[in-house]
């Protein structure tokens, strides 16, 4: 079966630059960090590629078109997508769950859930909302 070009790839071009920042970050510290030093590291990273973003920035969550809350993930990158760093040997359900919802109650539809605490590689999860 011959590779089919995926078409209509949401933020393609931006999803492979931040995938090959985060790769370089695990190539370059591994795991066994916390989740700051991984964020810091990655900002690092996104600047020296000219990608723009917001650390902690405040998004409003709404339900039925009310705000019910705000949601602070790690990163907004481009303010298109919504990145989430974790240190963690394993990803539980729960976490990928958590995300998922944060990600539906706001206005974007990509979110990328980062682990650098996986062995052997980093573990990169992409949402669609």
């Not at 810091?40 to 600047?47: R, T």
């Not at 902690?56 to 809350?69: A, L, T």
């Not at 963690?88 to 980062?114: A, S």
């Amino acid at each position: 079966m011959a590779n089919k070009k995926v078409e209509n790839f949401l933020y393609e071009e931006l999803t492979y630059k931040i995938r090959g920042c985060a790769f370089v970050v695990y190539r370059e510290l591994g795991n066994g960090h916390k989740e700051k030093v991984y964020q810091g590291a990655l900002a690092e990273e996104l600047k020296n590629k000219n990608i723009e973003f917001k650390k902690e920035f405040r998004i409003e969550v709404f339900y039925k078109n009310k705000k019910v809350g705000t949601y602070v993930p790690d990163m907004v990158i481009e303010d298109e997508i919504v990145l989430e760093i974790k240190a963690k040997p394993n990803l539980h359900r729960g976490d990928i769950q958590q995300f998922w919802q944060y990600l539906k109650g706001t206005k974007y539809r990509l979110g990328l859930l980062i682990n650098f605490g996986s062995w052997p590689r980093v573990q990169i999860i992409r949402r669609i909302n």
